[in-house]
């Protein structure tokens, strides 16, 4: 089975704090991808990437950052939290076919205080 | 860009009944991709069903269906003989056949399943 795994199901920051949420995949997928989830807004997409050390702005890169130095780790990273990015962050993998199933994480409930 | 549209924030369905959850977009590619993604309470996010554009044929996953009419845009899932296992938030996805590997979600249906 496919596995996603992110490093935090819960965690807390202070504004200004700089936070690293890390995804990992163990199926060799060459997409990743890092999605935020709000309360009547379904999930939109923040960055993804299809190759190592490729990335891609989504639709609401703004105020994030991502790295992938490695095929099976992606990274997000919010250079200075702010209080309006408080959500719940997914990440996501998939292989290169366009029907292929992306593969979610659990999940990483982000407050920022 | 495509939008993707599910006009019912919330459902309910007893326990062994049928249930239709809606789903349009909007689009001017001829070649695409939909998806029906499933998040129960636990909030892993799992693909349900999954229908090509090209084909007729609406796709169908055990208890699971679609009726695609690619003309009205529209991509509802029915879900037949509901067990207590299906309530959770269902998400309609869109992707191009053409520009990338990312999704286009809708904002959720969430299914409540009575006994």
């Known amino acids: 089975d496919v596995k996603v795994t992110q490093s935090s199901r819960y965690l807390v920051k202070r504004t200004g704090e700089k936070v690293f949420l890390e995804c990992v995949q163990d199926?060799?997928?060459?997409?990743m991808f890092w999605y935020r989830q709000d309360p009547g807004l379904g999930l939109r997409l923040i960055y993804f990437?299809?190759?190592?050390?490729?990335?891609e702005k989504g639709d609401i890169p703004e105020g994030y950052s991502v790295s992938r130095e490695k095929k099976e780790r992606f990274s997000l990273i919010l250079e200075s939290a702010s209080t309006n990015q408080t959500s719940m962050y997914l990440c996501?993998?998939?292989?290169?076919?366009?029907?292929?199933?992306?593969?979610f994480g659990p999940g990483t409930r982000l407050t920022v205080l | 860009a495509q939008t993707v549209t599910q006009s019912q924030p919330e459902m309910s369905v007893q326990e062994a009944e049928t249930v239709t959850l809606s789903c349009t977009y909007d689009?001017?590619?001829?070649?695409?991709?939909l998806f029906w993604y499933k998040q129960p309470p636990s909030r892993q996010m799992i693909l349900v069903i999954r229908?090509?554009?090209?084909?007729?044929q609406n796709a169908t996953e055990n208890r699971f269906s679609v009726n695609f009419q690619k003309a009205a845009k529209s991509f509802s899932l029915k879900i037949s003989d509901s067990q207590l296992g299906d309530a959770a938030m269902y998400f309609c996805?869109?992707?191009?056949?053409?520009?990338?590997?990312?999704?286009?979600f809708g904002k959720g249906t969430s299914l409540l399943v009575t006994p």
């Open positions: 199926m060799d997928h060459e997409n």
């Open positions: 229908q090509e554009a090209y084909k007729q």
């Open positions: 990437s299809y190759d190592v050390k490729m990335k």
């Open positions: 689009t001017s590619e001829s070649d695409y991709y």
């Open positions: 996805a869109y992707r191009p056949s053409n520009s990338g590997y990312a999704l286009n």
């Open positions: 996501a993998s998939s292989w290169s076919g366009l029907t292929d199933t992306q593969y």
